[in-house]
């Protein structure tokens, strides 16, 4: 499964501030996909805002709790607000869920809402 991966922080916790400084952090970071690694995760990309102190990563993991814990390893946590949401790419959203949208009854879209709900649907 896919995750989008943000993190946010500002400019007084940031580890490239003189301030937030932190080679410990920057270092785990840098080894962010070895680390991944480590929990069974796989880094697809990564992006990042630094003048808006924003991350991204998309990254592959069968449980989103295997993410929990690398933030916790890297020690992301300590300088971010994370936020992690499972994701489709857009081929997949396409295929799963725009595809099945188009001439079907309300009662039909059940089964494409169950791919981004991940198999539950209220």
């Not at 946010?8 to 270092?27: D, F, L, M, Q, V």
């Not at 991204?56 to 607000?81: F, K, M, R």
Request: proline fraction near 4%; include cysteine.
């Amino acid at each position: 499964m896919l995750f989008m991966v943000e993190l946010t922080h500002g400019p007084e916790t940031c580890i490239a501030s003189e301030r937030g400084r932190n080679e410990k952090y920057a270092g785990l970071l840098l080894r962010l996909r070895e680390a991944a690694a480590d929990h069974g995760i796989r880094v697809i990309d990564g992006w990042s805002f630094p003048v808006g102190h924003r991350l991204w990563y998309v990254l592959e993991a069968d449980d989103p709790q295997a993410i929990s814990n690398l933030c916790v390893s890297t020690g992301v946590h300590y300088w971010n607000t994370v936020l992690i949401n499972p994701v489709l790419n857009h081929d997949s959203f396409a295929r799963e869920v725009l595809s099945g949208l188009s001439n079907q009854s309300a009662s039909t879209r059940t089964p494409a809402l169950r791919v981004l709900t991940g198999g539950s649907v209220g």
